[in-house]
Nanobody
Framework: QVQLVESGGGLVQAGGSLRLSCAAS????????MGWYRQAPGKQRELVAT???????NYAGFVKGRFTISRGNAKNTVYLQMNSLNPEDTAVYHC??????????????WGQGTQVIVSS
């Protein structure tokens, strides 16, 4: 019912920066919040950052001030500015949305993901 289109991943040297973008579309009554999760090989998917209505943000501890999450003016977009990247950040980054579907049911959804590779 929802589509999340992600972009911005790629290969970057340690210490570099990337900006991830995501746009949501589909049968959605309301998007309550969006964010980013990541999954490295052999690891469980983990939260990176989320931002909900009112600008309430939640960051994983490993971010350590390096990442900044924001929502676009369109309200169906979310960005993740990633600075000071290190090889431990290498993972597939999945856009996340918490939304009300066409029936008003609250749901969580993760996109296909965009690959981030940080080389040393």
């Amino acid at each position: 019912q929802v589509q999340l289109v992600e972009s911005g991943g790629g290969l970057v040297q340690a210490g570099g920066s990337l900006r991830l973008s995501c746009a949501a579309s589909g049968t959605i009554l309301k998007i309550n919040g969006m964010g980013w999760y990541r999954q490295a090989p052999g690891k469980q998917r983990e939260l990176v950052a989320t931002i909900f209505d009112g600008g309430i943000t939640n960051y994983a501890g490993f971010v350590k001030g390096r990442f900044t999450i924001s929502r676009g003016n369109a309200k169906n977009t979310v960005y993740l500015q990633m600075n000071s990247l290190n090889p431990e950040d290498t993972a597939v980054y999945h856009c996340y949305a918490n939304y009300l579907d066409g029936l008003g049911v609250q749901k969580d959804y993760w996109g296909q993901g965009t690959q981030v590779i940080v080389s040393s």
